[in-house]
């Protein structure tokens, strides 16, 4: 690698775009929303910067409040159940035939690659009223009834007079099935990269030494695999929290997470410096994760070394 | 090569070269050999059938003869006609194809620049210049979008301009959150590149250009490739930030599709999406054939 002074002008040139292009096309929009969030709404279409905190003692409001904490506790159990399905899958690539183990991981992030918006649209078809879900079951509650009559036990009713579709859309449980849904591939491949990297003769150690299975993965693979364990977790765990179009679709009026307020405050509502407040809200969680990410993986490193 | 990556397949040729049964006994499998284990296919083989079965369904109901989305009446192509007789919809598959491919164009250029910039030279401040080209990658999707709108309003963009000048703002919005995802590969790609190549052409008197175009240039090809097919689904899928930066005439597809969503599902939807789902996925092929050898993401 070489001094930039050592050939300045092609430095410039080639650094000259993207800096500019961040600078502008970015910077300066999330330095304009910063600004905006200290301002107030004067007019439909004024507003004045007065550098007031009115914004963020709003966003601590009840509801609000309400709004915010369920959003962090549903992207939290998202995130755990992503986990607690994502490390078997990466445990069997980790340990599938070599050749197989590309397939098994471009089947991984093939998902991530197709729309959102049409994976969240596709989820809709199997949870709503009339949904595959809800059809199964039903296929399923014939089908069990018709035993019951042919047992004779008909008469009884056992299984109800009729037929009563679960309500699996809007709600909380499907903004949360449609988190694990949309994100899993962001679980699966450091959790991979880690138990791929992990030396198996420890574990072979472990097991003739008598540790049974069970035991090998607790205090074995589980402490070594833990850098990979805490990325994917923030890795979920951030878009999740910032998620809009999955709660929008999937959850309808009954579960908005923070991502559903500021869009409201920038359309409908058209609060744009309480929305900016916000939106600043999430920012700083966000950075915070990511740092809280960055001292994890540094204690991490440590122990390890 | 084969083009079948479903998980029964997989699974199935598998097991199927030694004839043996699940329930064969537990002394042929090693004792690491988790992935050989009855339970552990079961499970892995589920959740890959939870994860497919919705956009494979999503898929198969376009072609089905029947407005409720549910039951299976008959193979039909009427809901694709219906979707290209529709002229909302091509509009914005137009628009969305126009935006995707000047921002492919852009963000290749200015995210290899920025690759080359940063794997060649040493300067001040480097270690938070990288951290600055990654802030579009971690920064939530919406407050991107909320920053979008706030700054082409603030700035007074002019819109109701004709085609395809309408489109200039989603275009540097996607530009502004596509080109440091190709700065990402293209820098991987170049972290495999043997400097003592570039040293021999400078020494047998090459230009700094011709060394560039004759030596670094092919070198790094496949990571622009896979860089600008990368940025081309980037743009072509974003929803979020194109929502707030869109107007009533400068609809892209996913805002389109989004609004039909709203109202019913229908499988006029489900037809539009096979469409994008395919071009995707063609992309995406083509991406990992050009990819060199791709370094676990973790980071």
Redesign the interface.
């Known amino acids: 690698?070489?001094?930039?002074k050592t050939?300045r002008f092609?430095?410039w040139v080639?650094?000259l775009?993207?800096t500019f292009?961040?600078l502008v096309?970015?910077l300066?929009?999330?330095s304009?929303?910063w600004i905006?969030s200290f301002g107030e709404k004067t007019g439909i279409l004024t507003i004045d910067i007065t550098w007031t905190l009115e914004n963020y003692i709003r966003s601590t409001e009840t509801v609000y409040l309400e709004i915010i904490w369920k959003s962090v506790w549903v992207s939290a159990l998202a995130t755990i159940a992503c986990l607690l399905?994502a490390y078997?899958?990466a445990?069997?690539?980790s340990?599938?035939?070599n050749r197989?183990k590309p397939?098994?991981l471009?089947?991984?992030i093939?998902?991530f690659?197709?729309?959102?918006?049409?994976?969240t649209?596709?989820?809709?078809?199997?949870f709503?009223t009339?949904?595959?879900v809800n059809?199964s079951l039903e296929w399923l509650w014939d089908g069990a009834n018709s035993i019951l009559n042919f047992v004779g036990l008909g008469q009884f009713q056992l299984l109800g007079e009729r037929f009563e579709a679960l309500p699996l859309l809007y709600n909380n449980g499907a903004v949360i099935a449609g988190i694990v849904?949309v994100f899993?591939p962001f679980m699966v491949?450091?959790l991979?990269?880690?138990i791929?990297k992990l030396d198996?003769s420890y574990?072979?150690a472990s097991?003739d030494l008598g540790a049974s299975h069970v035991r090998t993965f607790w205090s074995i693979v589980v402490p070594l695999t833990m850098?990979?364990i805490i990325?994917g977790i923030i890795l979920v765990f951030?878009?999740a929290?910032?998620s809009?179009?999955i709660p929008d679709?999937l959850g309808g009026t009954n579960a908005q997470m923070i991502?559903n307020v500021?869009?409201r405050q920038?359309k409908a509502a058209n609060d744009?410096p309480f929305?900016?407040a916000l939106?600043?809200l999430?920012?700083y969680a966000?950075f915070g994760a990511?740092a809280l990410r960055a001292v994890l993986s540094r204690e991490g490193g440590g122990m390890n070394a | 090569m084969p083009a079948d990556t479903s998980i029964d397949r997989v699974m199935r040729t598998e097991a199927a070269p030694r004839k043996r049964r699940w329930w064969r006994r537990k002394s042929d499998i090693g004792a690491l050999d988790y992935a050989r284990r009855w339970w552990m296919k079961l499970f892995v083989g589920a959740m890959f059938a939870m994860l497919y079965a919705p956009i494979i369904t999503l898929m198969l109901f376009s072609f089905n003869d029947s407005r409720r989305n549910i039951v299976w009446k008959g193979f039909t192509f009427k809901y694709y006609i219906k979707a290209w007789n529709n002229d909302g919809l091509i509009e914005a598959f137009a628009n969305s194809l126009t935006i995707a491919v000047i921002s492919t164009v852009l963000s290749t250029i200015i995210g290899a620049m920025v690759a080359l910039t940063l794997w060649r030279f040493r300067f001040p401040g480097k270690p938070a210049y990288e951290g600055f080209m990654a802030l579009p990658i971690v920064v939530p999707e919406i407050c991107m979008g909320v920053a979008m709108l706030v700054f082409f309003a603030r700035i007074g963009w002019p819109s109701g301009m004709p085609w395809p000048l309408n489109l200039s703002s989603i275009t540097i919005a996607h530009v502004a959150f596509s080109f440091p995802f190709v700065a990402v590969v293209v820098r991987a790609r170049m972290t495999g590149f043997n400097r003592e190549l570039e040293e021999a052409a400078k020494d047998l008197g090459a230009s700094e250009w011709q060394t560039f175009r004759d030596v670094i240039l092919p070198f790094m090809k496949p990571g622009v490739v896979a860089g600008a097919l990368l940025a081309f689904t980037l743009s072509l899928d974003d929803f979020v930030i194109t929502f707030f930066t869109s107007g009533p005439d400068t609809v892209t597809f996913p805002v389109k599709v989004y609004s039909m969503v709203r109202f019913s599902v229908t499988p006029e939807v489900n037809a539009a999406s096979t469409v994008l789902v395919v071009i995707t996925v063609i992309a995406t092929f083509f991406a990992m054939k050009f990819q060199a050898p791709v370094k676990g993401s973790a980071d």
Not at chain 1, 1 to 4: G, T
Not at chain 1, 113 to 119: D, G, P, S
């Open positions: 690698m070489e001094s930039w050939n092609v430095f080639m650094s775009p993207g292009w961040l096309f970015f300066v929009p999330m304009l929303v905006m399905i078997p899958i445990f069997a690539i340990f599938a035939p197989w397939w098994l471009l089947a991984v093939l998902p690659w197709i729309n959102l918006l049409i994976r649209y596709a989820l809709i078809a199997v709503r009339r949904g595959f059809f849904y899993m491949l450091p991979y990269a880690n791929e198996k574990l072979e097991l850098p990979g990325s951030i878009p929290l910032g809009f179009l679709l991502g500021i869009e920038f744009w929305g900016s939106s600043f999430l920012m966000t990511l």
